[in-house]
């Protein structure tokens, strides 16, 4: 059974199960889902189509949905519909999507690691004239610079498999989504110093978890134990995890013509992700600035960063 088979039998299965239960939820609010018309494609392929374009190495969605797809997966997809419809239809299934990417996390096995990342909407130039996402995002900075978009808060393990994510506009501070992202963390947690902050360290470790970051120039050192010295300098770890997404999915580009079709295309990369056959890992031996089965689509061809 090819990878492709296997994502979409995993899609497939998930959604036969989340469908049902969305459906029925939607009735006891009183905002009943609308029905496919028949002979569309189905959200399970929808769905494989928005994950399959981050494994890819395709730049443009349009160009994906239109040549590449009828060319090389013209006969997994039969059903295909044009590629307007095919846009109303991925932003359709954004809910059982984001669902799906719930499900493909991990809980913390004691060691995570945390950091955040920019995601430009725009050039700083064209910031004054940007207009799809002119009341969401906002101005940000971080060690290269001035940006304008939005902030992706990732916790990942030690195996680089996915706890946790949020995302927030550009200048939402990191202490503060941490809060949002430690229900499925235990035991220690590695940041950088912009999670410096006692009262929070204070709070997590009533939950069980131990906040441990660097400190800053002007504060006094705090005694580590060799091993969380060590964690501490593996913590490049979770930037190779958000450089790996950054150049083999397209989580960020400028592009976007919707808020929705933004969100859609940001959880799409990080389930393409959690697909990855060989993840960065603290235990791995290989460099983990190499990609050796990133691509579903061609699994046996190695990409190199």
């Not at 359709?92 to 991990?106: D, K, T």
């Not at 498999?161 to 990191?174: G, V």
């Not at 503060?176 to 992202?181: F, I, S, T, Y």
């Not at 997590?204 to 400190?215: A, D, H, R």
């Amino acid at each position: 059974m090819d990878m492709i088979t296997i994502l979409f039998c995993s899609i497939d299965d998930f959604c036969k199960w989340f469908m049902p239960l969305w459906e029925q939820m939607l009735l006891e609010e009183g905002n009943p889902k609308k029905s496919q018309r028949d002979g569309t494609m189905s959200p399970s392929e929808v769905m494989t189509l928005l994950v399959l374009f981050h494994q890819s190495n395709q730049r443009h969605f349009k160009g994906f949905y239109t040549h590449y797809v009828p060319q090389v997966l013209g006969g997994a997809f039969p059903k295909r519909v044009s590629y307007q419809r095919f846009v109303e239809l991925s932003q359709s299934v954004m809910i059982p999507l984001s669902a799906y990417l719930h499900s493909r996390r991990v809980n913390s096995r004691g060691i995570a690691f945390i950091d955040s990342t920019p995601l430009k909407v725009c050039h700083n130039r064209r910031i004054s004239h940007h207009k799809t996402f002119a009341n969401l995002a906002q101005r940000g900075k971080n060690s290269i610079g001035w940006y304008f978009g939005f902030k992706l808060h990732l916790v990942i393990d030690d195996t680089g498999e996915l706890i946790s994510f949020f995302l927030t506009a550009a200048n939402f501070d990191d202490r503060k989504g941490l809060r949002a992202m430690t229900q499925f963390i235990q035991g220690k947690l590695y940041g950088d110093k912009g999670y410096i902050s006692k009262a929070l360290k204070a709070t997590l470790k009533t939950q069980g978890i131990e906040l441990i970051t660097g400190v800053r120039k002007n504060m006094k050192k705090e005694s580590l134990s060799e091993f969380d010295t060590i964690m501490l300098k593996k913590r490049s770890l979770i930037e190779t995890v958000i450089g790996q997404l950054k150049s083999f999915t397209q989580i960020e580009h400028t592009r976007h013509c919707s808020v929705l079709g933004f969100m859609v295309n940001v959880v799409a990369g990080l389930i393409a992700y959690t697909w990855k056959l060989h993840k960065p890992s603290l235990m791995s031996r290989i460099n983990p600035k190499l990609d050796d089965g990133f691509n579903l689509l061609n699994p046996s061809q190695p990409i190199f960063i």
